[in-house]
């Protein structure tokens, strides 16, 4: 009897580029992501899903790339810190980072901008938190208070503790990113 496959090939469609990979079936998305791909911005902490130094955004979710099998990836649209950008131009929440000292060794940084930038858009798109008090939907998108902000960042862990400065920076791009939305709608109406 032939044995089972233990490879497939794959394609990975990351920051807008599709890549087709030969991988193990036990290859998660981060280790293709940083041993075949070389894009090491995604880093490794637990390797358990406990940490969120690896998550990445599929098809706009955070993801802890750790927890993800490549092979399970296929064809969803990832975006890692590298694909935040606009070119040249950092995207808000890596400004707010640079500009209010939202770290201090870089190690969590590139999932704390990647849980970021999802949380800004899930927070705008009305989801609730843990400690959002009115989660009726008529109520709307709860203030994005440092207590709100900490919570929905609270899958992300920070050995040097740079919490505060990255509340603060996570609290600009969202203020930044409404009245982005603001001024589109304005010049829509
Ligand atoms: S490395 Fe994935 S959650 Fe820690
Ligand atoms: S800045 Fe060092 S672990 Fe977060």
């Known amino acids: 009897m032939t044995p089972p496959t233990s490879s497939s090939t794959v394609t990975l469609n990351v920051n807008g580029e599709k890549h087709s990979?030969?991988?193990?079936?036990?290859?998660t998305l981060l280790d293709a992501l940083r041993d075949r791909l070389d894009l090491t911005g995604t880093k490794k902490g637990c390797d358990h899903g406990q940490c969120g130094a690896c998550t990445v955004l599929v098809d706009g979710r955070r993801t802890v790339s750790c927890l993800q099998l490549a092979v399970a990836s296929e064809d969803r649209e990832i975006t890692t810190v590298e694909g935040v950008a606009e070119g040249d131009r950092l995207h808000p929440?890596?400004?707010?980072?640079?500009?209010?000292?939202?770290?201090?060794?870089?190690f969590c940084t590139p999932g704390q901008i990647?849980?970021?930038v999802a949380v800004i858009e899930e927070h705008a798109a009305g989801w609730p938190s843990a400690v959002t008090a009115d989660v009726r939907t008529e109520a709307g998108p709860p203030p994005l208070?440092?207590?709100?902000?900490?919570e929905r960042m609270?899958?992300?862990?920070?050995?040097?503790?740079?919490?505060?400065?990255?509340?603060e920076a996570v609290?600009?791009?969202?203020?930044?990113a409404s009245t982005d939305t603001a001024v589109t709608e304005g010049t829509a109406a």
């Open 93 to 106: 929440v890596q400004q707010a980072f640079l500009d209010l000292d939202g770290y201090q060794c870089g």
């Open 21 to 27: 990979l030969s991988v193990d079936h036990r290859t």
């Open 154 to 167: 609270s899958g992300n862990l920070c050995r040097c503790a740079a919490y505060g400065q990255m509340a």
């Open 145 to 150: 208070t440092a207590e709100e902000i900490k």
């Open 114 to 116: 990647c849980s970021a």
């Open 171 to 176: 609290a600009r791009a969202a203020a930044e």
